[in-house]
């Protein structure tokens, strides 16, 4: 009788997980396609578009923090059965789009030009950087709803639907860039030679594909909530629901303000790695955006252990909450150990993919395999974080983050580049650092909750 529990709570667990690995693989291939396109054209256009990605992070970690309150209040009226408070807190999540969305479209548009001078970007290229920024946060709203309502979907256990709107983002976002970012040019296929149209565009015809793409995204994913049998805001009262707001707002706050002082830690992390030069700046956003594809089942497994957590905590089951860190957190640990010994064996060619520069090889080829050691212990630390964000406890993960962020990180970087010149290996020396950290205070967590994981959620 176990055994079929563990079967198919396997099953589940994977049935949630796997569409957003694929959302996550389909997403990172595309950033790879992305850094492959713009570093052909040079390693000032791969430093350009690279140095202000962490602004990226930090604007969509800021609104992934209000999708987490709703998808823990969603997840847990799930498993209480309530399908109609989960239908109302979609339309507070539909509100918090507009607000939150207008909001930051106003202020990435009026900040683009300071942003790139607040990064320490070489002058040389803070123009086309400026441009690029101000791109690809016109559709700012959409992108919003893209990231808010897919937590919303998911926190229903409908995974599926965010992977299918990502896949088609990203498949708008490569057609456009092929035909956008080179110019007119002859190509051969199986031996005939034709004549591709190309707007020529560079760096900027980058950032229109980009932004086209996720100007798409958000339309179709509102068009899908809304026609969603489960969680659609139709027929709910377009105003301000309290009952709703309070307890997601308890949830997302702690996280706003984790995913803030993370984020804004990977802007200080970034600035500094900046003024090492443009080889550092292009080794780390190569060295980036390798490691991202690495850390696809570790998300993909959070989102699952976040919704199950939630149902398993909204029905107030123990014992499924213990069955399911028995199997969400070996499965988690062999895969990130196979993740990052394939990491630190193809470490060289992958980076080879985007810079033909052999210093930039060199240099990401050695942070990229000294992360790869870390990456089991990170994957730990990310389930035990998804199941206390499912059950509603956001503060100590706060905590955790930021001290880890600013008191190893941070503070370690600015010893080792400014004070010590020890250049980008000491940056991601500190990196690995912090998550280390990470690991012994989440494992600490867990042991201390180990007889009753629903206490993870006090």
């Not at 990172?28 to 992070?57: E, P």
């Not at 990203?170 to 051969?188: K, M, Q």
């Not at 565009?201 to 996720?214: M, N, R, Y």
């Not at 010590?420 to 201390?448: D, P, R, T």
Request: glycine share 8%.
């Amino acid at each position: 009788m176990k055994a079929i529990k563990d079967r198919l709570m396997f099953n589940t667990i994977m049935g949630l997980a796997w569409p957003t690995m694929l959302e996550h693989l389909m997403h990172t291939g595309v950033s790879y396609i992305d850094t492959a396109m713009v570093g052909s054209l040079g390693t000032a256009a791969t430093a350009a578009v690279g140095s202000t990605t962490t602004i990226n992070w930090l604007l969509n970690g800021t609104i992934s923090a209000i999708g987490v309150g709703f998808l823990s209040f969603i997840a847990r009226s799930c498993g209480a059965g309530d399908k109609k408070a989960a239908s109302r807190a979609s339309m507070q999540a539909v509100i918090s789009v507009l607000v939150a969305g207008s909001f930051f479209t106003i202020l990435t548009l009026s900040l683009s030009g300071i942003i790139p001078v607040w990064m320490q970007v070489d002058e040389s290229i803070r123009p086309l950087a400026a441009r690029y920024f101000f791109i690809i946060y016109l559709p700012m709203l959409p992108r919003t709803a893209s990231i808010i309502f897919g937590t919303v979907l998911r926190a229903a256990g409908d995974t599926k639907t965010p992977m299918k709107v990502g896949i088609i983002v990203n498949l708008i976002n490569v057609a456009l860039n092929f035909l956008l970012i080179y110019p007119t040019r002859i190509i051969e296929i199986a031996g005939n030679s034709y004549t591709m149209f190309g707007a020529g565009l560079g760096v900027t015809g980058a950032a229109i594909a980009s932004a086209v793409a996720f100007l798409w995204g958000g339309i179709h994913i509102t068009a899908v909530l809304w026609r969603h049998p489960m969680v659609s805001p139709k027929g709910q009262k377009f105003s301000l629901d309290i009952q709703i707001l309070r307890p997601c707002v308890k949830v997302s706050f702690p996280n706003m303000l984790q995913m803030f002082g993370t984020s804004l830690g990977y802007v200080a992390f970034a600035a500094m790695i900046n003024s090492l030069g443009e080889i550092s700046t292009a080794a780390h956003t190569i060295a980036n955006t390798v490691e991202s594809a690495f850390y696809i089942p570790a998300y993909g497994m959070q989102t699952a252990a976040a919704t199950l957590s939630g149902n398993a905590y909204g029905a107030k089951d123990k014992n499924r909450m213990n069955r399911l860190a028995r199997m969400f957190i070996p499965i988690e640990i062999a895969l990130m150990a196979v993740s990052g010994s394939v990491l630190f064996l193809l470490a060289p060619r992958l980076v080879m993919i985007f810079s033909k520069s052999a210093d930039v090889i060199l240099l990401g080829t050695t942070v990229l395999r000294m992360v790869a050691v870390s990456e089991p212990f990170y994957g730990f630390s990310i389930i035990v974080e998804g199941m206390m964000i499912g059950m509603g406890n956001t503060k100590k993960p706060f905590l955790f983050s930021v001290l880890g962020m600013w008191g190893v990180r941070i503070i370690g970087t600015f010893i080792c580049t400014s004070l010590l010149s020890l250049g980008l290996v000491s940056a991601w020396a500190c990196m690995i650092a912090h998550n280390l950290l990470l690991f012994c205070l989440y494992l600490m967590c867990f042991i201390k909750a180990r007889k009753n994981l629903l206490e993870m959620g006090k």
